[in-house]
């Protein structure tokens, strides 16, 4: 029976893992905190933990984040909190999951840092500019909630209709429930924790922002690769075409133009035509 540590290993040794090794990694530096933060407290040092603390935490004063800019990166790895830790990584695990079957791994990755990067411009901007939060004085902010929200949102974004099975509510499609989770923040972000909220809040708008920008990527990538199939399978058929049909420059490019407006499947039979004979010309 292999050990637990060599279960964490095999994470980070097989391909195709990314996310479970984030949530590894955060789960690993949450549990060397509470061991870091009793030890402490049973010496009788629990200042030197709350001192450690603001090493890695993102506070809201310029001058704090001056002296500290790590904390811009380390802030959404660190938790103090386990329900705080444990719905995140549930939320990272079952999104990230739906994601990655869109976008693959490497940018659903890509959109847990974007996202923390996010909350933490939104948040600083926030708190230094709002009179609400400016009266407060400085917050430390902590935990991984911007990039995983930006992962909800992108998801809920890319397969509204995705639906999953809730305890006690049944089925529901995911876009509700990422809906739920962002107006849950804007009405909290007068709360206790509302600079944590305005943080999500920043995270959830890059997660929409990067996943109209990747469906929108993807969908022109589409039609390049029907125009470049179209005039590849046409140039395997033998066509009979005369010399004299020249396709001339205005006319190609009106026929380009039409399909980055509209997708090439807007094109008539004798625009399609026309288009391969434009490509046997430039052969």
Do not use: C
């Not at 195709?16 to 407290?41: H, P």
């Not at 869109?102 to 996202?115: E, R, S």
């Not at 992962?151 to 995911?174: C, D, E, K, M, Q």
């Not at 969908?219 to 049909?245: D, G, N, P, R």
């Amino acid at each position: 029976m292999r050990s637990i540590w060599q279960d964490m290993k095999l994470v980070f040794q097989q391909p195709n893992r990314g996310l479970m090794q984030l949530i590894v990694i955060n789960v690993g530096i949450f549990i060397a905190l509470m061991l870091t933060k009793v030890t402490l407290i049973l010496a009788g040092k629990s200042e030197f933990f709350e001192s450690f603390l603001e090493q890695l935490t993102l506070s809201s004063s310029f001058a704090d984040f001056s002296r500290k800019p790590w904390t811009f990166l380390t802030y959404f790895f660190i938790h103090v909190d386990l329900m705080h830790v444990v719905f995140n990584m549930l939320f990272l695990y079952w999104f990230g999951q739906i994601l990655q079957d869109f976008l693959g791994q490497n940018k659903t990755i890509q959109l847990y840092f974007i996202g923390g990067l996010a909350g933490a411009v939104t948040y600083i901007g926030a708190l230094n500019t709002i009179p609400y939060y400016v009266n407060q004085g400085p917050m430390f902010l902590m935990g991984a909630s911007a990039g995983v929200y930006a992962i909800v949102t992108a998801a809920a974004t890319l397969r509204p209709n995705y639906t999953v099975h809730l305890f006690l509510i049944g089925p529901i499609a995911i876009k509700y429930i990422s809906g739920f989770y962002v107006i849950w923040s804007v009405l909290e972000s007068v709360g206790s924790n509302g600079g944590g909220n305005i943080a999500h809040l920043g995270g959830a708008l890059v997660g929409v922002l990067f996943a109209l920008y990747s469906k929108r990527t993807q969908t022109a990538t589409q039609q390049i690769e029907k125009v470049l199939t179209y005039v590849t399978v046409a140039a395997q058929k033998t066509v009979s075409t005369t010399s004299s049909e020249v396709v001339d420059e205005e006319e190609l490019n009106q026929i380009l133009d039409k399909i980055s407006k509209s997708g090439f499947d807007s094109l008539s039979k004798l625009e399609k035509k026309r288009l391969f004979q434009a490509s046997q010309k430039n052969e």
